[in-house]
Each structure stands twice: as structure tokens, then as C-alpha cells.
């Protein structure tokens, strides 16, 4: 009788251990999910700015702004590039808060974002 309540006590014991181990992995590889989705989202903001610099050095962006004078051509790419160094921001870290601190001064939110690190 004592080996056979021994024996249930130790079964229930292993159930509940590797039960709350199960669910401890499932929570570390959810968290590990999270990171490698996020750097993934960073990684493709990051590009997505990178291929429009590259738009913006060819013919066809050059024959559309033309016309318009040097200021208005460099307004015209921060305009451009300004969504996604907001979202660039986002995915780093910075809320919405943050952001509205820089007082929609575009150059600045370029620049912070052009100054995250890779």
C-alpha cells in the first residue's frame, strides 16, 4: 500500500513538473517568436529604406522632380522617407509620444532613424 501511494505521489509529481516545464518552453519559445518576427519587421523597414534611397538616385525619380527646385526635391524625399522612419522608429522602441516630441521636425526623425543601429 505505502509503494503503491509512493508510487502514485512521484507519477503526480513528474505530470505537474514536466506540465509546468511544457508550459515555460512554450513561453520561451513564444518569446523567442516575438523577437526573431520583430528583427524580421526592423530588417524589412530597413531595406524598404534602402530601396527607396536607391529610387531616389535613379533617372526616372530625376526626369519626375525635374521642375522643382533643390529644396523642393529634398522635401519631396523626406516626405517620402518620412513613414518609414517613423515606423522604423516604432519597431525600435519609440511611441507615438516620443516621436510627437520631435514636433513633426522631419530632419530630425530622419536622422534619428538613419542613426539606429543595424
Do not use: W
Not at 9 to 37: G, I, P
Not at 81 to 89: D, E
Amino acid at each position: 500500500m505505502k509503494k503503491l501511494i509512493f508510487t502514485l505521489a512521484c507519477a503526480t509529481t513528474l505530470v505537474f513538473t514536466s506540465c509546468s516545464e511544457d508550459s515555460h518552453q512554450e513561453k520561451e519559445t513564444q518569446d523567442r517568436n516575438q523577437v526573431v518576427a520583430a528583427n524580421k519587421s526592423v530588417n524589412k523597414t530597413q531595406q524598404e529604406i534602402e530601396n527607396l534611397l536607391k529610387h531616389f538616385t535613379t533617372k526616372d525619380y530625376h526626369s519626375s522632380v525635374s521642375g522643382l527646385t533643390k529644396e523642393e526635391v529634398q522635401k519631396d524625399m523626406a516626405m517620402k522617407l518620412l513613414p518609414k522612419c517613423k515606423q522604423l522608429l516604432m519597431e525600435n522602441g519609440y511611441t507615438e509620444e516620443d516621436i510627437n516630441k520631435f514636433d513633426n521636425d522631419y530632419k530630425t526623425i530622419i536622422l534619428t532613424a538613419f542613426n539606429l543601429k543595424k
